[in-house]
């Protein structure tokens, strides 16, 4: 997605086909994030979305231009110098590169600052919050385009209709792929019941609709497990499975996102009627989540909160369980622990026993806890029974 748009706003991606399966590197540029400078060589170090590693070798006639995130062309590009360039530093070496494809020297650098790049993700990431909603695919309407969507809040369960026109963008996650903005573009079609969906649009005078400008999809396998092995060198977990008592690989890659749940945030709550009671004492979310939601969210009148936990016309925000998960505060893998509980979501693989995590929740057996339903009477508690239907929505993240 990355190097579509950089090469799209050059007007280089018809003109050029990528070489050796690396849609980073072509006969006449390559485009990664710098990963070393070498001042003295005058060199750079850059790494694509791929994995591959250039060379980038730079001369006293190699001209450097920087690149705003979202332009189109070159228009309003403004010069910089090899001084300029930072490590984390987005760029595309314009040059002929080597048949091996692992050097290029550049005649022109162009430049997107590792600054305004992440001022561009937090925008993105702000309005896919502000303006977004996610949930579980329930169902599709092939005729007129509509997809019912669930999404959990504290409260219960919702089902939002969003239809699909011509001009909605649709794309989709990759098997194996964990990175936003890898999804591909998509179409109606490949949607399927279970899919998980997040869409970018405007909340109509009905709360239980919503009419889409974005929407990204994926198929996604979430599981829970307890954790037996953990290798750093790797970056894999072991665990079992909490429903099958199988064991599974979690490959842990760099773009993963790990968060813990925190033990106390499930004091105050409930298990029953489907899903989890309301805090004692109205308790809010930790890390800014909001107030949890009063009321079945099905039985609300317009305006007491709208799709998404984000309120109706007129209303205050309401409380949704995928929101509060992705304001929890990040970790690392050094965080989790053998013995912890943890929920992972991750694309439909290829080898079942391995999944490469999207998210990653640790101390997830409280938030099971609170998503269980009551077992009926003389059944054995199941440990994952708040997976099922959970509407846990966390597979695909924000940009």
Known sequence: MKTFLFAVALGLITL????????????????????????TAKQLIIKTDAGSTVTVSLGDKTTYKKL???????????????????EGDRIMAQGTVATDLKSVPAARIIVMTKGDLAKKADAERAEWRRRGILGVITALKPDTKEITISNRTMAGTQS???PISDKTEMRRYAPDSIKFGDAKPSQFSELKVGDQLRALGDRTEDPLRFT????????????????????PATHEIQIKELEKKTPLTIV???????????????????????????????????????????????????????????GGPGGRPGFNINDML?????????????GDT?????TQGVDPTRLTAISLVAGADTLLAMLA???????????AAGLGGSGISFGIGLP
């Open 68 to 86: 705003a995130p979202g332009e189109t062309s070159l228009t309003n590009a403004t010069d910089v110098t090899f001084a300029d360039l930072a």
């Open 16 to 39: 050029f086909a990528p070489q050796g399966g690396d849609p980073n590197i072509t006969a006449k540029y390559a485009i990664g994030e710098v990963k070393s400078i070498d001042a």
């Open 212 to 231: 889409p400008q974005k929407v990204v999809t994926g198929s996604f396998r979430t599981v829970g497990g307890v954790v037996t092995a953990i290798d």
């Open 373 to 383: 339903p009551r077992p009926q009477a003389g059944q054995a508690p199941n440990p």
């Open 252 to 310: 842990i890659k760099q773009d993963a996102v790990l968060r813990r749940f925190p033990a106390e945030f499930g004091m105050g709550f409930r298990p029953g009627g489907g899903g989890a009671g309301a805090p004692a004492g109205g308790g809010q979310a930790p890390a800014g989540g909001g107030q949890a939601a009063q009321g079945n969210a099905q039985q609300r009148p317009q305006g007491a909160g709208g799709p998404g936990g984000q």
């Open 160 to 162: 939002v209709v969003i």
């Open 326 to 338: 992705e304001r929890l505060p990040t970790i690392s893998i050094a965080d989790v622990k053998v």
């Open 342 to 346: 943890i929920i992972v979501s991750s």
